[in-house]
């Protein structure tokens, strides 16, 4: 008797089938346990739960070429495909080895006293910028509308991220804008960001950037404690009490573009100090 484990032994007088692996006289006709058809074992099917993948089969089995569903060249299948895979694709492409990431722009963002986000109007490359604090987001990232404000070369990375947005669209990323500005209390930050289709905010700072510079965030006074040397700087953000006392209302570029659009009227005004003689 076999061992427990140990595979049994063959002791018959059949020869092993080098197509099935089994033992048995005359032609294998073994079935597949995918497709349930006679001729192959289910390792080497080419049908799958997908119907365009069936549909390709069956055309192969009329004498047709299989379609590529990467590039569209007839001939082979997508698993067999020589071209590199698009990872600019929206969607999350199957067999794609791509970093995760994930951003959730909330439209409603800091509404809720609970979120662990900060919502404010900051420079960013000195142009004011509606900016988004949020631990839930992996990494950060700025709108492609306000990176062309940015006069900074994006540059290209070795690996595509997927991010996922609010509206559960997964997008692949590989461009970054390096060394980019945040003026927050008039002390610069370094940041780099990565642009992506998203209208909620011009900006989404991260925790990554927020762990880099010990930030954290008081949600409960919507406030961003931030240690800069010998001192702590309180960023205060939309809903937080000095902000309400203050009053003091700025907007991003990007929604003042959308004003002027709409036909808002809009004036400028040119302030000088005189000095005291």
């Not at 549909?55 to 047709?64: I, K, P, V, Y």
């Not at 070795?158 to 500005?181: F, M």
């Amino acid at each position: 008797t076999a061992a427990s484990g140990e595979k049994k032994q063959y002791g018959g007088s059949k020869p092993l089938c080098a197509k099935c692996n089994y033992h048995h006289d005359g032609l294998c006709a073994p079935k597949c346990h995918n497709c349930n058809k006679i001729g192959h074992l289910a390792r080497d099917c080419r049908v799958t739960a997908n119907t365009n993948n069936a549909n390709n089969q069956r055309g192969t089995e009329l004498g047709q070429k299989p379609t590529c569903y990467e590039c569209g060249v007839k001939g082979h299948y997508k698993r067999e495909c020589p071209k590199p895979k698009n990872n600019n694709n929206q969607g999350n492409q199957g067999g794609r080895n791509n970093a995760p990431a994930r951003v959730y722009v909330i439209g409603h963002a800091g509404t809720d006293p609970d979120d662990n986000v900060v919502t404010g109007t900051f420079l960013l490359n000195n142009r004011y910028a509606s900016i988004l604090f949020d631990t839930g987001a992996d990494r950060s990232f700025v709108s492609t509308t306000f990176s062309t404000q940015i006069n900074i070369t994006p540059s290209i990375l070795d690996h595509c991220y997927d991010v996922e947005l609010a509206d559960r669209k997964i997008y692949g990323l590989n461009t970054i804008l390096k060394s980019c500005t945040l003026n927050l209390l008039n002390h610069p930050f370094n940041i780099d960001l990565m642009p992506v289709e998203q209208g909620s905010f011009d900006a989404i700072i991260s925790i990554d950037w927020l762990a880099k510079y010990q930030a954290v965030i008081v949600c409960a006074e919507k406030i961003v404690h931030i240690p800069w040397g010998n001192e702590t700087l309180i960023i205060h953000g939309d809903g937080s009490n000095l902000r309400n006392a203050t009053r003091v209302s700025n907007i991003s570029c990007t929604k003042t573009k959308k004003y002027v659009k709409k036909g808002f009227p809009i004036f400028l005004a040119h302030i000088t100090m005189k000095e005291v003689e």
